[in-house]
């Protein structure tokens, strides 16, 4: 069982920046894969960015250049830096913790993008 805890949302202008993270629970984080999905409202759920275990990352065509995922496995935390803002960004950020089959969510938190 992981549990997962986002942080760092709030209220952004057009083109500004923020980030959030996402710290999981147990001893093992080093492991999983994680991910940042986004759902605006009135739309499905979005992956956004991913990092596996070795570092390797993905981003969905909208945020690339815009976005960055890291890790740091030391303190169990994905973080999602997100510059350029736009309003379409604006949605409820959830994170995602997958290993094999099993996969875990976090409670999100709320990204608006307004001036």
């Known amino acids: 069982q992981v549990q997962l805890v986002e942080s760092g949302g709030g209220l952004v202008q057009p083109g500004g920046s923020l980030s959030v993270s996402c710290v999981a629970s147990?001893?093992?984080?080093?492991?999983?894969?994680m991910g940042w999905y986004r759902q605006a409202p009135g739309k499905q759920r979005e992956l956004v960015a991913s990092?596996?275990?070795?570092?390797?990352?993905h981003y969905e065509d909208s945020v690339k250049g815009r976005f960055t995922v890291s890790r740091d496995n030391a303190k169990n935390t994905v973080y999602l830096q997100m510059n350029s803002l736009k309003p379409e960004d604006t949605a409820v950020y959830y994170c995602?913790?997958?290993?094999?089959?099993?996969?875990?969510w976090g409670q999100g938190t709320q990204v608006t993008v307004s001036s």
């Open positions: 995602n913790a997958r290993m094999g089959l099993q996969s875990y």
């Open positions: 147990g001893s093992i984080f080093r492991f999983i894969h």
């Open positions: 990092i596996t275990p070795s570092d390797s990352t």
